[in-house]
């Protein structure tokens, strides 16, 4: 089913709803600003290549952290990549070694430990489960749209609601 505009923003805005009022949370994840909370400057760079999305950075001390997204990357995509780079960073880092941390974001890790934990904070399978059961003629396109995701992390998600 082909929708306008407007009926785009007020599905979305009738998901979104649905959500707050099953979960009393809002769907979306400010990513920028969890990064943020968490002492990280973000920053972008085209300088990063085809296969690198993301390059992080964390000082022996812990009182520099830093992570530099791939700026040609879509946005759906940064803000999947920087979520898996706060996942792998929440998952791997220990301050208590007294050293650097280094992390490289690649296009071959989407589906590590780091890359499921991002999916779903990004696209809680139950929010998913809830969308998809209330609005009976929700789209692919309109999915993505709604959760801000590429079509590789939604369609992931749905498979995964599946196989429950």
Request: aromatic share 10%; with cysteine.
């Amino acid at each position: 089913m082909d929708f306008t505009e407007a009926q785009l923003q007020e599905r979305a805005k009738e998901m979104s709803e649905a959500i707050k009022r099953a979960y009393h949370e809002d769907a979306n994840v400010d990513v920028d600003h969890m990064a943020k909370a968490m002492g990280f400057e973000v920053t972008k760079s085209d300088e990063l290549g085809l296969v690198v999305n993301a390059q992080m950075y964390v000082s022996a001390d812990g009182t520099e952290k830093r992570i530099v997204m791939n700026a040609k990357s879509s946005p759906a995509w940064q803000k999947f990549n920087l979520m898996r780079a706060l996942a792998s960073y929440l998952l791997h880092y220990q301050p208590e070694n007294g050293e650097e941390y280094r992390q490289e974001v690649s296009c071959d890790e989407q589906d590590g430990m780091a890359g499921t934990l991002a999916m779903n904070v990004l696209v809680p399978t139950q929010y998913l489960r809830t969308i998809t059961t209330l609005f009976q003629d929700w789209t692919i396109p309109e999915l993505e749209r709604f959760f801000n995701m590429p079509n590789y992390i939604i369609t992931t998600q749905l498979r995964a609601i599946e196989a429950m």
